[in-house]
């Protein structure tokens, strides 16, 4: 594989669903999954923080948000779980992919920021709190650093 490999995603989700990617080192890395993470910093799926899973599990929109997506949210947990599962998920981009082919990876934690009415923010929104600009729902390494972002930030930082 000589470069990134993502499928054309579906726009009712701000996720991009399984892809690969080619590494600085040459590996390459397939995923994500995107599943419900019981600690904000729970990089491991056995990680998980009662009070912080209390919090989630007990506030409105996002039961308002996993009563429209329970079918996708599903998905992604069994992908998470069955490593043939995520490799068949993966086959459809590389037919050649197995289960035998995948190895454990690393997680990341990607805080997703939801509405009052449980939508799912997929863009990134920009707020202040006195002299701090917060940037809020910047879902990919690359929109972190993105220049457009930059040129919306830029004024309330200068402001």
Do not use: C, Q
């Not at 949210?73 to 779980?81: N, T």
């Not at 454990?104 to 934690?109: A, D, E, Q």
């Not at 990919?140 to 040129?151: N, W």
């Amino acid at each position: 594989m000589r470069s990134l490999i993502y499928p054309v995603p579906d726009p009712r989700f701000p996720f991009l669903g399984v892809h690969f990617t080619r590494r600085i080192d040459g590996t390459v890395e397939a995923g994500p999954n995107a599943v419900l993470a019981l600690a904000r910093e729970g990089y491991r799926k056995t990680h998980v923080n009662p009070a912080e899973a209390w919090w989630t599990l007990g506030w409105p929109p996002f039961w308002r948000m996993a009563r429209r997506n329970w079918r996708e949210g599903s998905a992604e947990i069994v992908r998470s779980l069955s490593r043939e599962r995520f490799a068949r998920a993966l086959a459809r981009l590389v037919p050649e992919i197995t289960a035998d082919d995948l190895e454990p990876g690393g997680s990341g934690v990607r805080a997703m920021m939801l509405t009052a009415g449980g939508e799912l923010l997929d863009d990134f929104a920009v707020t202040r709190s006195g002299r701090v600009v917060h940037v809020l729902s910047a879902p990919s390494p690359a929109a972190t650093s993105s220049l457009a972002i930059a040129e919306r930030v830029a004024p309330w930082v200068l402001a």
